[in-house]
T-cell receptor
């Protein structure tokens, strides 16, 4: 069974629309970490955010916001007023204490922002 | 400061040849990781180095793959007798310290390998 599920394979929206990328995870650890990375067409993975399992506060960074809900094991990512430069593949990843350093990756969501 | 660097950025080789891919981690980072990403796919873990400890090679797909890390810094991933299925982007990442669950991995731009 997948431990990190990004059910949306591809999302296409028109510029300035808001868009939410879903991430659902599965773990038995009480202490774990969740990450989002962005992979633009250039290919380099860019770190966006890290959240630990004890901090359920939502986080906002400019047009980006993250909604962490332990009750539903979800860590969703919303882009407000999307821009063409947001076009990329976005990966959600899980790090479990028992697995130490290994990141468990979702399959990624390809986001296309049309002008 | 400089990020993770990888070279070459692109490599085209013929089936059966050996290739070497290089990764230079962020200065001061002790943990280093190699991943493989096939076209349109997620990341596949290959190998992990932490300081002077024995590397975790559990992700290497075959004995044609090997990696070294000299002096706790630069790493080289070697693929011997390349096959067409080895064609992928090879990504290197580094993290600051012990590589524990909380560590953030920072990625290089990758090496795009094409085996003809």
């Amino acid at each position: 069974a997948q431990k990190v599920t990004q059910a949306q394979t591809e999302i296409s929206v028109v510029e300035k629309e808001d868009v939410t990328l879903d991430c659902v995870y599965e773990t038995r650890d009480t202490t774990y970490y969740l990450f989002w990375y962005k992979q633009p067409p250039s290919g380099e993975l860019v770190f966006l955010i890290r959240r630990n399992s004890f901090d359920e506060q939502n986080e906002i960074s400019g047009r980006y916001s993250w909604n962490f809900q332990k009750s539903t094991s979800s860590f969703n990512f919303t882009i407000t007023a999307s821009q063409v430069v947001d076009s990329a593949v976005y990966f959600c990843a899980l790090s479990e204490t028992n697995s130490n350093y290994q990141l468990i990756w979702g399959a990624g969501t390809k986001l296309i922002i049309k002008p | 400061g400089a990020g993770v660097s990888q070279s070459p950025s692109n490599k085209v080789t013929e089936k059966g040849k050996d290739v070497e891919l290089r990764c230079d981690p962020i200065s001061g980072h002790t943990a280093l990781y190699w991943y493989r990403q096939s076209l349109g796919q997620g990341l596949e873990f290959l190998i992990y180095f932490q300081g002077n400890s024995a590397p975790d090679k559990s992700g290497l797909p075959s004995d044609r793959f090997s990696a070294e890390r000299t002096g706790g810094s630069v790493s080289t991933l070697t693929i011997q007798r390349t096959q067409q299925e080895d064609s992928a982007v090879y990504l290197c990442a580094s993290s600051f310290s012990s590589g524990g669950a909380s560590e953030t991995q920072y990625f290089g731009p990758g090496t795009r390998l094409l085996v003809l």
